[in-house]
């Protein structure tokens, strides 16, 4: 079993209910400049043209699941503007916006918040640090926040009382793993895949009560990032690398779809990292 799959093999058990909107940001600019995660070392040279063409492979890959894609034009000097999850949350046609732990990330959250405006988003600004779908992740009507390293768990309450639904809020412990949707993956409206040793014990209790029959990632997975993925709740689309997932997967019936994002990899970011949900 390789981490690829093609769209002939699909399974249709889990056939997805309709086909997702999502917001992507071209690394026109990608570099990796400074040092704000365990993955970035700027002294490494990185290839911005590997970068555009493997964000290219994701791109297309949407495309061909007939997924609405939207585009976010990159600014300069904001090389992380690709990792378009972290730029807010939508859910009900209202987009959160961002306000980013790191001041080198800061103006990407007036940025989205522009473009969700434009598009016709009612826009809520927020007053606590979060870093949007990178720490907020909707699981059928339950949105799971997590804090420890970007998001403060105040961000928490602020989203549960803009959406009005059950927010779960879970510790990240290890700083490889410092953004939720690196630790966990979203599969369908009641699975998740997670990593273990990313969370506290109080949070592993919460996850295995809720969602026991959940995927449990490798180590050797969750070191690509194969966990930081997007599902339409019948195609997932990984990491190429991460193989046991891929085969997880599979043996319940979705069909994994494995693309290489090795040099977006250096900056700390994979699959989700590079897409945002809009949900109307």
């Not at 522009?114 to 927020?126: M, Y």
């Not at 640090?129 to 602020?158: C, P, Q, W, Y």
């Not at 996850?207 to 195609?235: C, K, Q």
Request: hydrophobic share 40%.
């Amino acid at each position: 079993m390789t981490a690829t799959s093609t769209l002939d093999d699909a399974n249709l058990t889990h056939a997805p209910a309709s086909s997702p909107r999502v917001l992507m940001c071209r690394p026109e600019h990608f570099t990796v400049s400074y040092r704000i995660n365990p993955w970035m070392y700027p002294e490494n040279p990185t290839d911005t043209g590997l970068a555009l063409s493997q964000w290219s492979v994701l791109y297309d890959t949407y495309r061909s699941l007939g997924f609405q894609v939207d585009i976010i034009d990159p600014l300069a000097g904001l090389p992380d503007m690709v990792y378009a999850a972290n730029g807010g949350f939508v859910l009900d046609g209202i987009a959160y916006g961002a306000k980013f732990h790191h001041q080198e990330r800061g103006p990407e959250g007036p940025a989205y918040m522009e473009w969700f405006r434009a598009q016709g988003f009612e826009v809520v600004e927020p007053v606590e640090v979060n870093e949007g779908e990178g720490d907020f992740l909707l699981v059928g009507d339950t949105i799971l926040a997590a804090s420890g390293f970007r998001s403060d768990t105040g961000s928490h309450k602020e989203i549960a009382d803009i959406y009005g639904r059950e927010v779960v809020s879970l510790q990240l412990i290890n700083p490889s793993y410092y953004h939720l949707d690196t630790a966990l993956a979203v599969v369908d409206s009641t699975t998740i895949a997670y990593l273990p040793s990313a969370f506290d014990e109080r949070s592993l209790g919460i996850l295995r009560e809720r969602y026991p029959d959940a995927i449990i990632a490798t180590e050797e997975d969750a070191a690509v990032l194969g966990l930081n993925s997007f599902s339409d709740g019948h195609n997932v689309v990984i990491a190429e690398r991460a193989t046991t997932f891929a085969a997880d997967l599979a043996d319940r019936g979705y069909n994994p779809i494995g693309v290489e994002l090795s040099e977006l990899l250096l900056g700390g970011g994979g699959v989700k990292c590079c897409t945002l949900e809009l949900r109307s």
